[in-house]
């Protein structure tokens, strides 16, 4: 296959998301058993990440409405389709690495609970890890509805 200088972009698979979730928790790991005397996190990044996601959901389904032009839809044009791709993967990629740090973060103080500090950073990284989850998935699926349908109507002239 003769290679004609246009590049393509590929969906964005499992591999690179889950490597940096590990790459994440490593970190999250180091840091959370690296620094003495944990201080508390600010809960703040739970509402902020939810309000992403949903913001994310909610472009993705109206994106997918658009693009297969179902009625009472404008169509949506190349370019704004391709800033939401690339809000989509860089949404990707900083979720996951959002996810895996804040999940190694809680899991490198589920040993010390009893504390009071170590049970709000506990539970403020599990929240985040679990808001970063969802900004993840929204991310995926923006990313999902912002492809092109296969176009039928070639088929049926072809035949």
Known sequence: MPDDGRGTLAPTG??????????????????????????????????????????EAFTARRTSRRIRRE??????????????????????????????FFAGMALAVTDHLALPTHRAVFLTCLGTALTAGLL??????????????????DDEDRS
């Open 71 to 100: 009625p009472g839809t404008e169509p949506m044009e190349p370019l704004s389709a391709a800033r939401l791709l690339a809000l989509a993967k860089a949404s990707t990629l900083f979720a996951a690495l959002a996810l895996g």
């Open 136 to 153: 993840l998935a929204a991310a995926l699926y923006l990313e999902h509805a912002c492809r092109v349908p296969e176009d039928r109507g």
């Open 14 to 55: 499992w591999r690179v998301p889950a490597a940096l979730a590990a790459l994440g928790a490593l970190a999250g790991l180091f840091v959370a058993n690296s620094v003495s005397g944990l201080p508390v996190l600010p809960w703040s990044a739970i509402p902020t990440l939810l309000l992403l996601a949903f913001a």
